[in-house]
């Protein structure tokens, strides 16, 4: 499946907004994300005990009400947690059942190394997947760490996008020692030598970066190719210089982003609605700037 059939039956026109953020938690057959003790300690940073942990297929129905569509992923750590992912085959499979909807992004392991290269490149080519999902404080890595630089290549090569989560994790929050994840890693700036060095690459930086927004604001400006997504926090909790910069020289770049199922799209355009962003540029944020990055205009 070429990824050009996979969203072709997305009606942008007719959407309200793009969701470029959203988590597959559990497969078919049961099987979490994460390990118990850091889903409940991502449960207890956001506030959101016992939230149910929804099928593919209820997401699909979940956007679908709401005319939005929605980007979804998991996470590959397998090196450094030694928990199994959830199958980027089986997400983009059932991505593909709901296409008027859902775009699949995969998630690859940079330690998997020739192999996880070759993954990459047959999910893109004969999967549908439009982007890769990586979280540098659970896998473990830095992102200018040149071990991945192959992986970069072919998700260049392909027009895919790369994601990278940046800034603080709940994940292992109040866990002894973080649950071993180190937040170092996840600071934007170590983005910024893999937008210089592949500069037709599309990225995007996952949230609001605690506590470097200034070094993520700094270069999603200088660099043509990155992003901002504004997932994982409320709104009303965003840094000033965030919301100014979404407002005028960013308001091209920055994606909406909810971080569903811990913080839902409800909750967060609520909450948007009362930010003081121009009325030229809250569509963009919302829904052009997404649909033009996804290509699905």
């Known amino acids: 499946m070429s990824s050009a059939g996979q969203t072709a039956r997305i009606d942008v026109g007719a959407l309200t907004a793009i969701d470029v953020h959203t988590h597959a938690e559990v497969s078919k057959d049961g099987h979490g994300a994460l390990s118990p003790e850091l889903f409940a300690a991502s449960e207890a940073y956001f506030k959101a005990h016992g939230h149910r942990q929804p099928t593919i297929d209820e997401m699909a129905a979940h956007y679908r009400e709401r005319n939005m569509a929605a980007v979804v992923f998991t996470v590959d750590a397998e090196h450094a947690t030694g928990h199994p992912r959830i199958s980027n085959e089986e997400i983009a499979a059932s991505c593909a059942a709901h296409a008027d909807v859902l775009v699949p992004f995969a998630s ?48 260049e090569e392909t027009g895919a996008i790369a994601l990278f989560h940046t800034g603080q994790t709940g994940i292992g929050a109040s866990v002894p020692g973080g649950g071993g994840i180190r937040l170092k890693y996840s600071n934007p700036l170590h983005v910024d030598d893999v937008a210089a060095d592949f500069p037709d690459l599309k990225i995007i930086l996952a949230h609001p970066s605690f506590p470097w927004q200034d070094e993520a604001l700094a270069v999603a400006t200088h660099k043509p190719g990155v992003h901002i ?10 840094p000033d210089s965030l919301v100014r910069y979404a407002n005028s020289l960013l308001q091209d770049k920055v994606l909406f982003g909810s971080d569903y199922p811990v913080l839902t799209p409800d909750r967060w355009l609520a909450d948007f609605d009362k930010l003081p962003i121009k009325d030229e540029v809250r569509p963009k944020i919302l829904k052009e700037n997404a649909a033009r990055l996804l290509g699905l205009t």
Do not use: C, T
């Open 108 to 155: 690859v392991d940079p330690w998997k190394g020739r192999a996880g290269v070759r993954e990459a490149r047959r999910l893109v080519e004969e999967h549908g997947v439009r982007g890769f999902k990586f979280h540098p404080s659970i896998q473990g890595f830095f992102p200018n760490d040149r071990m991945a630089y192959p992986l970069y290549e072919v998700i």
């Open 229 to 238: 997504d504004l997932s994982g926090w409320s709104p009303k909790y965003f």
